[in-house]
């Protein structure tokens, strides 16, 4: 590709940089030193075979600081390892332990557990809900940093971002994308005031909501069936008045989401597919739209191309910016961004080609397939 067109896709990815560092600078963080938490917190963790992960995710969530009234409820969905021997080894009465069986005819595994957990123990109107994965780990001021930005703002959720943690070359490609795909498409202080459910991006690893505002939204009720279920769920506050908005995490918690290519790929295939609208037309015009702008650039740079060169250093750009706002690793990583784009490529053709084939399951559970006539896109 020469001429105009490569100009227009090299615009596109000098657009994308400006934008990713406009939003760097607008995004929300939390403070250096936040206040105590007044409200009661209480923090759900669902979990299904975590036993390696638990242990440590419990230590740092009871080293909250600046929470007097925080409440953990593992909620152990069937697991078949010893998860919930680890739990029950923690002394610490603020821990509460609930185990369940397959979730009912609707529902998803994990949104299940989140209704679950919420619904235990007692409900107050003014309490905040934290929902977090177990691979996640809580720096001690992460709840009391999330809840000020929340109430700074008079936001009814925030997704704060943990910092993505990498080892293999496969996570290094892949991990930084989540948050540098917010970062460069979504307008972030427009997203926060407007109440269209399809400026929303969210992180299931550690989300923060109002009670309150989880209720008037129905909960994870109303997200039963849904597999990416975090951006279901802060569309459905939005639905409901309220305002969600992603949030730097960064210095709030980190994750190693998964560990090595065959847990990577795995992971992704589960829920790639519904993350860029949920049906083939979308996946493919999502795939065509992102490599046209951030490969073929770089693919004509080889060839010498002035256009090309300009098109691969904005990408560069741009991932670098995301990079350093959310505690990804900077360089070289910044420099293989087409290949990561690549990478995308196959994790996403993957995904979609499963869904077809209704051979998705995640953790044991089939989530089987969805006809391609009542496919549609998210919005």
């Avoid at 209704?115 to 709840?143: H, I, N, Q, S």
């Amino acid at each position: 590709m020469t001429g105009r067109p490569l100009w227009v896709l090299s615009g596109a990815a000098v657009a994308g940089a400006l934008h990713a560092a406009v939003n760097v600078a607008l995004v929300r963080r939390p403070p250096a030193g936040p206040p105590p938490v007044r409200r009661p917190v209480t923090v759900v963790l669902p979990v299904r075979d975590e036993e390696a992960q638990i242990g440590g995710c419990l230590t740092a969530v009871l080293a909250q600081q600046g929470v007097p009234d925080l409440r953990v409820v593992v909620v152990d969905d069937g697991s078949t390892d010893g998860t919930a021997d680890v739990v029950r080894s923690v002394a610490d009465p603020r821990v509460c332990l609930v185990a369940i069986a397959d979730p009912p005819r609707g529902w998803l595994g994990k949104p299940h557990a989140c209704a679950t957990g919420a619904a235990t123990g007692e409900e107050t109107d003014d309490g905040v809900l934290v929902f977090l994965d177990a691979d996640v780990r809580l720096f001690p001021d992460a709840v009391a940093g999330a809840v000020a930005v929340l109430d700074a703002h008079g936001l009814d959720l925030v997704s704060p971002w943990p910092r993505p943690v990498t080892a293999t070359a496969a996570e290094r490609l892949v991990q930084p994308l989540g948050p540098w795909l917010w970062i460069t498409t979504l307008p972030v202080r427009l997203a926060e005031r407007s109440r269209r459910p399809s400026l929303t991006a969210a992180n299931g690893q550690f989300l923060v909501v109002r009670r309150s505002a989880y209720a008037r939204a129905g909960g994870h009720g109303a997200v039963r069936g849904e597999v990416i279920e975090d951006v279901a769920l802060a569309r459905a506050v939005k639905r409901a008045g309220g305002r969600a908005v992603p949030v730097d995490g960064s210095r709030l918690a980190a994750c190693r989401m998964y560990d090595g290519w065959p847990a990577l790929r795995a992971g992704y295939a589960k829920s790639l597919w519904a993350s860029v609208g949920g049906s083939p037309g979308a996946s493919v015009a999502v795939a065509a739209g992102l490599t046209a702008v951030w490969v073929l650039p770089a693919l004509a740079a080889l060839r010498g191309s002035r256009a090309g060169l300009v098109g691969y250093a904005a990408g560069v750009a741009g991932r670098a910016v995301s990079a350093a706002a959310t505690g990804s690793r900077i360089w070289p990583d910044s420099l293989a961004h087409p290949l990561s784009m690549l990478l995308f490529d196959v994790l996403l053709a993957g995904s979609v080609a499963g869904r077809r084939r209704g051979t998705l399951s995640w953790r044991g559970r089939p989530l089987g397939a969805i006809p391609v006539a009542r496919e549609t896109m998210a919005g």
